[in-house]
């Protein structure tokens, strides 16, 4: 029996295994997905006051649409003899998708072991237990990106916030359309900015920042920078200068090896490029899965094409930023784009443990946002 292998249980790979049972239908095809933990992460929602609630079972995506999950983590993958490596066990496959997701960039500073991060859901874990029960608390962030804005934001409510970063300005990869909102609302949730500088040591009462000067501090959040999954090292072709495999417009990346979410770098539209963010890793999945299980059953294939991009920004107490396009013009901000964030943030959890409606909302890959 022909055998698709999906490796990741991310928003890319969930939807991957969910899409190729789709395409199978009564058809003879294994599917497969290999991850270590039992859960789907929702990485979007981490920044959170209650990152358990961050979680999906897997089993409740997974075993209604007949999709096997190995609980392992891959290590190799041998392209030519068509097989990956989990934890000692070596599994064949037909047509692999890669869907192992990215990691966050941690630098190499003196007490670099001390910082916390929103990035899995044991930082998060980490960091809300490091600071519950205290009524104040001053908090470093290092990263005035979208993941730094959200969690200093957060923050925000319950203490101090500095926020730390190189560049000259807040966000500047978000451009200047929503930054006069933000700064605002940096401004009404009392968060304090600290440009030019990042920090150089963190200590055991706070941060040193580069240029010199000392942060007294109970936490120091680190967000800056994500890498895809060293995965894509063993796999032939062209990387862009995140590590993410350049792919096609059928999510091929080699042969017979697809990839997906924040390992592949597809073109969204013309001109620009897939983000690492869930809005683009799902409609991946399910056009990499599709793909996948497609080669193998002699169905037609289906291209890449994501809904025009948009971005919700959580501003805390101070609501949200909703934006539309790749310029990120403002359309709604305040308490109405904090209630689009909570309609986006309800939006990515995945049906469970029906498979009509697993399998049903695996066939809409484009879903347009209808704000």
């Known amino acids: 029996m022909a055998h698709v292998v999906i490796v990741g249980g991310g928003f890319a790979g969930v939807w991957s295994a969910a899409a190729a049972a789709r395409v199978r239908g009564t058809e003879d095809l294994r599917i497969t997905l290999i991850a270590p933990g039992d859960d789907l992460v929702l990485r979007p929602r981490l920044y959170e006051p209650e990152p358990e609630r961050a979680t999906v079972a897997l089993k409740r995506v997974l075993e209604p649409v007949g999709v096997e999950h190995l609980r392992a983590a891959v290590q190799d993958i041998d392209v030519d003899g068509r097989t990956v490596t989990a934890d000692g066990r ?100 009392g968060v304090e900015c600290r440009l030019g500088t990042t920090v150089a040591e963190v200590t055991q009462g706070g941060a040193m920042l580069a240029d010199g000067s000392t942060i007294p501090a109970d936490a120091v959040v680190w967000t800056a920078g994500l890498e895809a999954s060293t995965l894509t090292s063993q796999i032939p072709g062209g990387r862009d200068p995140l590590g993410r495999l350049k792919v096609d417009a059928h999510l091929r990346a080699h042969d017979a090896v697809f990839a997906a979410g924040d390992v592949a770098a597809a073109l969204a539209d013309e001109g620009h490029l897939t983000m690492q963010s869930c809005q683009h890793a799902i409609p991946m999945g399910k056009t990499a899965g599709h793909n996948a299980a497609a080669d193998l059953l002699g169905v037609p294939p289906i291209a890449f094409a994501p809904a025009p991009y948009v971005t919700d920004l959580d501003l805390g107490a101070a609501g949200a930023v909703y934006t539309r396009g790749w310029d990120r013009l403002v359309a709604l901000h305040g308490a109405e784009g904090k209630w689009v964030k909570r309609w986006l943030m309800d939006k990515i959890h995945p049906p469970v443990d029906d498979a009509a409606t697993i399998l049903a909302h695996a066939g809409m890959v484009t879903t347009p946002i209808p704000f």
Do not use: N, Q, W
Request: glycine residues 14%; aromatic residues 4%; charged residues 30%.
């Open 90 to 189: 070596k599994v064949g496959y037909d047509r692999l998708v890669l869907a192992a997701g990215s990691r966050l960039v941690r630098p190499e500073i003196p007490g670099a072991e001390r910082m916390f991060d929103v990035d899995t859901l044991a930082g998060a874990r980490r960091l809300r237990g490091h600071l519950r029960g205290r009524d104040e608390y001053t908090a470093v962030v290092v990263g005035a990106g979208f993941a730094g804005l959200e969690i200093a934001s957060e923050l925000a409510g319950r203490g101090r916030v500095v926020l730390v970063d190189k560049a000259g300005e807040i966000a500047p990869e978000l451009g200047p359309g929503p930054l006069p909102v933000i700064e605002v609302a940096l401004e009404r949730l």
